[in-house]
T-cell receptor, first 114, second 114 residues
């Protein structure tokens, strides 16, 4: 597609439920990132996929968080047993072919855990 | 470790005035890139300007320019002739090729008043 697409745009869930957030990257962009943006905070790195390499999961805050990327394209971020502190905007981004750090972001998925 | 610091959480400016947003960073690498991103209320992160560390010349994009002081590890953004549409969160970010991660500051909320 023309840009990075994320769904759902907004998600409200109850504490303890599982949620899945989806990211459709720009076609041909092999590197994909997930960031979390909590209210009033900067962007916190979560996970990074690059081609067929093992993902860099160093930013995942707990084992309730996981992500996968199927076929080098669509990525899903899963949060199990959601907690109120998981409420945030989850941003997906891909990197251009020049690999100079310029990220192309989706509009994010706002997660609210009640 | 890579760090980016934005010490001003919030600023306001009158339309048509000039405003400078400050950012400092720390990196052990000699090859890195610096960015300013804008996030309007729509949540879409938009690249404002990019600076390659190996370039001495300050980057300029229309009304946006940077003051890159490599020795001081300072990277400020100057917005000239501020417009209402410049109202947004502004994030400074650093990219090191070795880590392949974009590290963000906490952001600064800029309000342009009519």
């Amino acid at each position: 597609g023309a840009g990075v697409s994320q769904s759902p745009s907004n998600k409200v869930t109850e504490k303890g439920k599982d949620v899945e957030l989806r990211c459709d990257p720009i076609s041909g962009h092999t590197a994909l990132y997930w960031y979390r943006q909590s209210l009033g905070q900067g962007l916190e790195f979560l996970i990074y996929f690059q081609g067929n390499s093992a993902p860099d999961k160093s930013g995942l805050p707990s084992d309730r968080f996981s992500a996968e990327r199927t076929g080098g394209s669509v990525s899903t971020l899963t949060i199990q047993r959601t907690q109120q502190e998981d409420s945030a905007v989850y941003l997906c981004a891909t990197i251009g072919l020049a690999n100079t750090g310029e990220l192309f972001f989706g509009e994010g998925s706002r997660l609210t855990v009640l | 470790a890579q760090t980016v610091t934005q010490s001003q959480p919030e600023m306001s400016v009158q339309e048509a005035e000039t405003v400078t947003l400050s950012c400092t960073y720390d990196t052990s690498e000699s090859n890195y890139y610096l960015f300013w991103y804008k996030q309007p209320p729509s949540r879409q992160m938009i690249l404002v300007i990019r600076q390659e560390a190996y370039k001495q010349q300050n980057a300029t994009e229309n009304r946006f320019s940077v003051n890159f002081q490599k020795a001081a590890k300072s990277f400020s953004l100057k917005i000239s002739d501020s417009q209402l549409g410049d109202t947004a969160m502004y994030f400074c970010a650093s990219w090191q090729g070795g880590s392949e991660k974009l590290v963000f500051g906490k952001g600064m909320k800029l309000t342009v008043n009519p």
